[in-house]
């Protein structure tokens, strides 16, 4: 069982319940050497159009600035405070990368103890689309084109569900298939992670999100076979926890089965470079 987890959600992204406490009580439990919480950076107008924003900015349902400046973060330096003698609690957020909202992630950067990237979002010819339900033969190179910028900046610990993109990608007969583009996505991403030393994390909220499908939407076997093939690459375990007992559950035990089967090397505990 891992006892370290670096992807947590906390009430203020409006699609996750618990605070800080909440998830440190079950991490504590559970003999927990580190904690991050990395809960949703705010999408800001900014970033988008007026219609995209409608679309996207009220469908995830983020914290405001505001919120993260003036709750969010004074919680967790509370938390890390008060239990520094008992583990150790890092500060993060999760944020998407855009050609137009570098510079956010760059002063965010400067407030918490890490930044991961998790590309939900992408941008196609001027517009955005979402990973889970328009990624297909024609846009997946921009998809693609995400992960790359995002892990170049330098700016990332972590590549968050890397394999996304599999959630609901089709080919050019339109059918869910890992196609040789699939493969070619995966070598890339794979070898920028190596390169631009980011972890890459086997997500476990992906096997949640696959419990009505036939097979798991992700994590995806054949990008963490291609994966297996790479001895130089960091991987974690990450729960995605929306729940603080997400930080120990069944889908935690069944990523880590599936990471022994492959012969995938899972770190312990990740080192901030970033």
């Not at 967790?76 to 570098?102: C, G, P, R």
């Not at 196609?124 to 339900?133: A, E, I, R, T």
């Not at 070598?187 to 972890?199: G, L, S």
């Not at 991987?235 to 599936?258: N, S, W």
Request: with cysteine; aromatic share 14%.
């Amino acid at each position: 069982m891992i006892h370290a987890n670096y992807h947590s959600h906390l009430v203020y992204c409006k699609h996750a319940a618990g605070h800080a406490e909440d998830y440190i009580q079950v991490a504590l439990k559970h003999n927990f050497k580190e904690l991050g919480i990395s809960d949703h950076a705010p999408l800001l107008p900014c970033f988008m159009s007026v219609s995209e924003f409608e679309r996207f900015g009220r469908k995830y349902n983020t914290m405001t600035l505001d919120t993260a400046l003036t709750k969010y973060l004074p919680e967790v330096e509370a938390a890390k405070e008060k239990y520094k003698n008992q583990i150790k609690i890092l500060s993060a957020f999760e944020i998407e990368y855009f050609s137009t909202s570098e510079f956010f992630a760059r002063y965010l950067r400067k407030k918490v103890d890490y930044l991961n990237l998790g590309v939900h979002l992408f941008e196609y010819k001027d517009q955005l689309l979402s990973s889970y339900s328009q990624v297909n033969h024609k846009t997946i190179l921009s998809y693609l084109d995400a992960c790359i910028k995002g892990m170049k900046t330098g700016l990332f610990n972590t590549l968050v569900h890397p394999d996304l993109f599999m959630f609901g990608y089709t080919d050019k007969n339109k059918e869910h298939t890992f196609d040789e583009q699939c493969a070619y996505v995966s070598k890339k991403i794979i070898e920028t992670a190596i390169e631009c030393d980011v972890y890459l994390e086997l997500n476990a909220n992906g096997i949640y999100n696959s419990r009505f499908a036939s097979e798991w939407l992700y994590p995806c076997r054949e990008f963490w076979q291609i994966a297996s093939q790479y001895p130089n690459l960091k991987i974690i375990i990450g729960a995605d926890a929306h729940t603080p007992d997400a930080l120990v559950c069944d889908y935690i035990r069944q990523a880590e089965e599936f990471a022994k089967e492959l012969g995938l090397k899972i770190q312990d505990t990740m080192e901030v470079k970033h």
